[in-house]
Nanobody
Framework: QVQLVESGGGMVQPGGSLRLSCAAS????????MSWVRQAPGKGPVQIIS????????YTADSVKGRFTISRDNRKNTLYLQMDSLKPEDTAQYYC??????????WGQGTLVTVSS
């Protein structure tokens, strides 16, 4: 079955960087667009960035534009999210999702990112 396992979350100071990873299995990763979705405390999930099968970014939310970069390695079945210039409002649970749109076909358990001084 589809498995998406996120890693790389943690606590970081404002202005810092983190790189999230998502290991995918149970489907042909290279044939699907992928997305990152986040859910801040007390709020619903929001799609923030997506990538197509060829590695081209297809969607970027205004809230992360210029700061977050999505990439993928189809040989390793892994999705990445490079987050720079982090802000306290980026604090959220981050999910890797199968597909280029939300709601997604499947998503992982998430990894927590906390931005605080």
């Amino acid at each position: 079955q589809v498995q998406l396992v996120e890693s790389g979350g943690g606590m970081v100071q404002p202005g810092g960087s983190l790189r999230l990873s998502c290991a995918a299995s149970g489907f042909t990763f290279s044939r699907y667009g992928m997305s990152w979705v986040r859910q801040a405390p007390g709020k619903g999930p929001v799609q923030i960035i997506s990538i197509n099968t060829g590695g081209v970014t297809t969607y970027t939310a205004d809230s992360v534009k210029g700061r977050f970069t999505i990439s993928r390695d189809n040989r390793k079945n892994t999705l990445y999210l490079q987050m720079d210039s982090l802000k306290p409002e980026d604090t959220a649970q981050y999910y890797c999702a199968k597909g280029g749109a939300w709601p997604a076909e499947a998503w992982g358990q998430g990894t927590l990112v906390t931005v605080s001084s």
